[in-house]
């Protein structure tokens, strides 16, 4: 018989990326084209510690105030972590992400990008920054409407502020391909190379679709 893994962050990891690579190689795809974002919000230090020992460097958060919280520390004990910002930002709130996130995933409004932009010629500093589209056109979520992408994407153009690629997250409970597929379209349509899609349900799915950013919480976490 085979000795059954026990379940730890770092088995979780492992077979994580085991399921990142399998899924990459089915697309004809290198695995290291796809960066996995251990989403690790509401979880303390206490449980991250042990993902970093594990070797993951990135990770994504939700809130600005409960990262400044948590990862000052982990960072100065690790400094080659990047840390993501995943969730929705206020305005008033973007230089305190600019400052502390490697990457903005949720860029959904002109006054936003604004915002961003004033904080990154003020720091000196440019987090890669992805559109987040609202691809289900659910008016309960976050993200630009897929006729606003092209006027968002001239906007920033103009700013000078550059743009990484799109990110979604599509709407829960049904068939998650097609709109990975009209991500990929829209990014590809607008010669955008970054593609934030995929969660722990669905980030398969997501990497055989040109996904170069899955942001998996509970899969590496557990529940919430
Ligand atoms: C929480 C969150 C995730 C991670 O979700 P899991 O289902 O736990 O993997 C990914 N993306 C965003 C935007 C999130 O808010």
């Known amino acids: 018989m085979l000795p059954i893994d026990p379940d ?3 088995t979780r990891l492992a077979a994580t990326r085991d399921r990142i690579a399998r899924a990459a190689r089915l697309a004809d795809r290198p695995a290291s084209a796809v960066t996995l974002v251990a989403v690790s919000k509401t979880h ?3 449980a991250i510690v042990p993902l970093i020992a594990a070797g993951q460097r990135v990770f994504g958060e939700n809130r600005v105030q409960e990262a400044e919280e948590k990862w000052p520390a982990l960072k100065e004990a690790t400094p080659d972590i990047a840390l993501h910002l995943v969730g929705q930002l206020q305005s008033n709130k ?3 992400a600019v400052a502390l996130f490697d990457a903005i995933h949720a ?3 002109p006054s936003l990008a604004d915002a961003l932009m004033r904080a990154i010629d003020a720091q000196g500093r440019a987090p890669a920054c992805f559109v987040q589209v609202n691809i289900g056109a659910e008016p309960q979520k ?4 897929i006729e606003g992408v092209p006027g968002l994407l001239d906007h920033c153009r103009a700013l000078g502020l550059p743009i990484a690629g799109l990110m979604c997250v599509p709407p829960l409970d049904v068939e998650p391909a097609p709109y990975f597929a009209l991500l990929a379209k829209l990014a590809r349509d607008h010669g955008l ?3 934030s ?3 722990s349900g669905d980030y398969e799915t997501a990497v055989m679709l040109g996904s170069t950013h899955v942001r998996v919480g509970t899969a590496l976490f557990g529940a919430r």
Do not use: E, F, S, Y
């Not at 976050?142 to 409407?145: I, Q, V, Y």
């Open 8 to 10: 730890t962050p770092a």
């Open 44 to 46: 303390p230090a206490d």
């Open 94 to 96: 973007a230089a305190q």
């Open 107 to 109: 860029l959904d409004r």
């Open 142 to 145: 976050g993200g630009c409407a």
């Open 193 to 195: 190379a970054g593609l």
């Open 197 to 199: 899609m995929g969660m």
